[in-house]
């Protein structure tokens, strides 16, 4: 039996998409203002693009009439925005501090790296079964250590912070393929993350107008 699917931009009229794809744009933005040394804006555009990815599973589940391939075509598109804003933007953000010196290539790459192999192991795995946990650090707190990092910036003078920048990174590296277990943040933690990311961003929009 055939079964009719939605054209590609038809998962455009899906609402967690959406909310999917703001989390992309964000990263982009992120990315291109790190390129013109806007730090502050890009440590925004990492926290927006945290909120996007904290939000689209739940608005997800609350979708009626998604087929299995819509949920199928919506974790996909998950996982590859999450491998934009947890890999190639905290990777090209710590190039652009690095003034793109070839000396900050392989901690770019160790960070886009270690995000491709955590992001496979959960496709292929999902959440540890005995514990329910995720096996190393997950991407979004990844995101949002970085941009709580990137509040080092000023404080501890340029030279200082790259190096400190490049180091904290190689612990999160280290972390996201880690065998750590992490628990998955609902209730009462969820919602403290989430406020410490709002904090995050309040205390980078103070920098834009110091």
Do not use: C, W
Request: a neutral charge; proline letters at 4%.
């Amino acid at each position: 039996m055939i079964t009719s699917r939605r054209p590609i931009v038809g998962h455009l009229l899906d609402a967690a998409n959406l909310i999917t794809l703001a989390g992309l744009l964000s990263s982009v933005v992120a990315m291109t203002f790190a390129v013109r040394g806007e730090f502050a804006v890009a440590a925004i555009g990492l926290v927006l693009a945290f909120f996007f990815d904290g939000i689209d599973g739940p608005v997800s589940k609350r979708l009626s009439g998604r087929t299995a391939a819509d949920r199928a075509f919506g974790a996909s598109l998950d996982s590859l925005v999450d491998m934009v804003g947890a890999g190639a933007t905290l990777a090209v953000i710590l190039l652009a501090y690095g003034a793109f010196g070839a000396a900050y290539v392989p901690g770019a790459f160790a960070l886009v790296g270690a995000v491709a192999f955590r992001l496979s192991y959960f496709n292929a795995h999902g959440l540890d079964e005995r514990t329910g946990r995720y096996v190393g650090l997950p991407t979004d707190q990844a995101i949002i250590a970085f941009a709580a990092l990137m509040l080092l910036d000023g404080p501890l003078g340029r030279e200082l912070f790259q190096v400190v920048l490049y180091g904290a990174a190689m612990v999160l590296v280290a972390l996201m393929v880690s065998p750590l277990r992490f628990p998955k943040l609902t209730g009462g933690p969820f919602y403290a993350l989430n406020g410490a990311a709002l904090t995050i961003a309040a205390l980078h929009a103070v920098r834009l107008v110091a």
